[in-house]
Each structure stands twice: as structure tokens, then as C-alpha cells.
């Protein structure tokens, strides 16, 4: 599943391909990914519009189009977005594509169909990312700030870091990397850590987010086509049962908030 790194990676590809092209025609191939928009709505409004900027906010990307208008996709569990020679050559999975002059473009590829494509003003998308919370990797994402927000939380320490209205972007497999870094129990009451705790949780959440964002850049084609472990280390994420290496313990497994928790025993209190 795309997370923040996988999705920030996708955008740096395509943004070397996509800035300043001119869409020539636009195809929705499946209707349920524009819903409620209509497809005609959609086709007809981006047609001859420029591609000003590719954007990533939390896990959506936007891409800026002339005329103050945006199309916003959200990739979901097994979307993809990237640029090609010659879209009349596209896959079975392809859900919507951008044309571009002599047939370059960017096809939405989704074997699961699940992903979204919208079209927004410019207006309606000040009000879509209106309750997020600050970048993990951006200036505004303080130890300071961090450690206000945590301490107004009662929420345990994994689920505070996946409350996107706190922290945008960060998912199940590196929230749980970050609480293994910083040595954290994932079920600890967020609020109860002690302020170098906290600020060692802030420094997990950005060291961890560089790391996977850089590896992600240089590895990434897609979901499924590269796993997070061939260059960026998951001690316990999907690690169930089997040992930490850093003290040998089991790794455990827990639900939390609908999904799956790992975590150790040993290293994580």
C-alpha cells in the first residue's frame, strides 16, 4: 500500500514529466473513481488545461492545472501514477489517463479500483486540507509543537501518529517503525510519555519518514514491485512471530483502531 514515502516518491517521478504539458484530452475508464463527479464533468473541464505543478499533501497528490483548478487523486491500496510514452498502449489495470501531445501522458493505474480521481477548485482544496495536520517533514512539524499536541492526547502512542489531523501522511508500517525506533510501547497513552520521550518519538517520526522517502525515490516503481525491507530496514512491521534483531524477543501482533499493530516486547516499553 502507497504511504507518505511511496506517494512523495511517485510525485518526484512524475513531476520531471508532467510540469508545463499541456493535457489534450483526458479518459475516465472506470466511472466509480470520479464518483459523484461525473465523467463527462471531468474529461471536458481538464481538457487543454497546462499542468502547473505536482503536489503532495498527506497521501493525496494534486496536480495544479491552469485556470485554478486541480485534480486531486488518492492512490489507495493499490494505485499508480506515471508517465508514458504513448498512453494508447496502456494496461489492463488503467483506470483514467492524461493525454498529452503525441500521445505522452500519465496513466491512473489500479488493480483493485479502489483509488480516487476528483476535480476541485482551487477554493475546495484550501477546505479538503483544511484539518491536517502539518507535514512530518516540513518546517511547521516541531519538537515543540509535537510535544504540545501529544500532551493534549489521550489517544495511545500509535494511533495518535496515524491521526492525520495531527500528523499528515504517516501510515500503519512507518508508524509502527517510528514507535520501534523510539522504543515506545504503541499502546502507551500518548499524553503520559515524558517530554525526552516525546522529543525522541518527533526525532523517530522524521529520521524514519528521510530515510523511507529516500529510499522509496531511488527503489520505487509501485505497489507490489518493491518491498519497504529491500532498502529500508522494517524491524516490526508484517514481522510477526519472528525475532527482533535487536534483542531476539518475538515480535507480537495487536489490533489497533482496525489494523494491525507489531511491535516488541523487549525493546518497546
Given at each position: ?42 474529461e ?5 488545461r ?6 503532495r ?5 494534486f ?62 482544496v ?87 522517502v ?24 508484517d ?10 524477543r ?7 483502531g ?12
Open positions: 500500500m502507497p504511504e507518505l514515502p511511496e506517494v512523495e516518491a511517485v510525485c518526484r517521478k512524475l513531476r520531471d514529466e508532467a510540469f508545463g504539458q499541456c493535457i489534450r484530452s483526458a479518459r475516465i475508464l472506470r466511472l466509480g473513481i470520479v464518483h459523484p463527479q461525473s465523467v463527462d464533468q471531468v471536458q473541464s481538464v481538457a487543454g497546462r499542468i502547473l505543478a505536482v503536489e499533501r498527506a497521501k493525496n497528490i496536480l495544479r492545472l491552469s485556470g485554478d483548478v486541480a485534480i486531486r487523486i488518492h492512490l489507495r491500496m493499490t494505485g499508480n501514477l506515471y508517465a508514458v510514452p504513448d498512453v494508447r498502449f496502456h494496461p489492463p489495470s488503467t483506470r483514467a489517463y492524461l493525454e498529452f501531445p503525441s500521445h505522452r501522458g500519465i496513466l491512473f493505474t489500479d488493480p483493485r479500483a479502489l483509488g480516487k480521481l476528483h476535480l476541485h477548485t482551487t477554493q475546495e484550501e477546505g479538503i486540507l483544511a484539518n491536517l495536520g502539518p507535514e512530518p517533514l516540513s518546517n511547521e512539524f516541531t519538537a515543540e509543537w509535537f510535544y504540545a499536541e501529544a500532551k493534549r492526547s489521550r489517544l495511545p502512542a500509535k494511533l495518535f501518529l496515524m491521526d492525520q489531523r495531527r500528523i499528515a501522511g504517516l501510515g500503519n508500517i512507518y508508524a509502527a517503525e517510528v514507535l520501534f525506533r523510539a522504543r515506545i510501547h504503541p499502546g502507551r497513552v500518548v499524553s503520559r510519555l515524558s517530554r525526552p520521550r516525546l522529543f525522541a518519538l518527533h526525532a523517530a517520526v522524521v529520521q524514519v519518514l528521510q530515510e523511507a529516500e529510499s522509496a525515490c531511488h527503489a520505487y516503481s509501485g505497489p507490489g514491485h518493491f518491498g519497504e525491507a529491500e532498502s529500508f530496514s522494517c524491524f516490526v512491521y514481522r510477526e512471530d519472528r525475532p527482533c534483531q535487536v534483542c531476539g518475538k515480535i507480537r501482533r495487536i489490533p489497533q482496525g489494523r494491525s499493530t507489531y511491535y516488541c516486547p523487549g525493546c518497546q516499553r
